[in-house]
């Protein structure tokens, strides 16, 4: 059974640091792209960061470039996201996603999604 478990949400005021994380499981890693997408409410989901574990390949979206930085342990099949500098506009729920070979800004293209996990950015 495939899993992506998401963690590390919550509430940071503006200027702060978040990390995110996804424990993957069910599936090869090393084969896949590993991501985040956000949705804020009333906004469409949006693409955020993926590394390939494929290819090592990385995707980051103009809005968080400089900010956001993805990692992946393929020891702990796990990708991080540490969000720093966060903004109010970064308040969404993430989702971990995954799909096979590299990554992708299309949600469609993705295979696998884990449960979304709260970011708050407020004062």
């Known amino acids: 059974e495939v899993q992506l478990q998401a963690s590390g949400g919550g509430l940071v005021q503006p200027g702060g640091s978040l990390r995110l994380s996804c424990a993957a499981s069910?599936?090869?890693?090393?084969?896949?792209?590993i991501g985040w997408f956000r949705q804020a409410p009333g906004k469409e989901r949006e693409a955020v960061s993926c590394i390939s574990n494929y290819d090592g390949s990385k995707y980051v979206a103009d809005s968080v470039k400089g900010r956001f930085t993805i990692s992946s342990d393929i020891v702990r099949n796990t990708v991080s996201l540490q969000m720093n500098r966060l903004k109010p506009e970064d308040t969404a729920v993430y989702f971990c996603?995954?799909?096979?070979?590299?990554?992708?800004?299309?949600?469609?293209?993705?295979?696998?999604w884990g449960q979304g996990t709260q970011v708050t950015v407020s004062s």
């Open positions: 069910g599936f090869t890693f090393d084969d896949y792209a």
């Open positions: 996603v995954a799909e096979k070979w590299t990554c992708s800004s299309i949600s469609i293209d993705y295979d696998y």
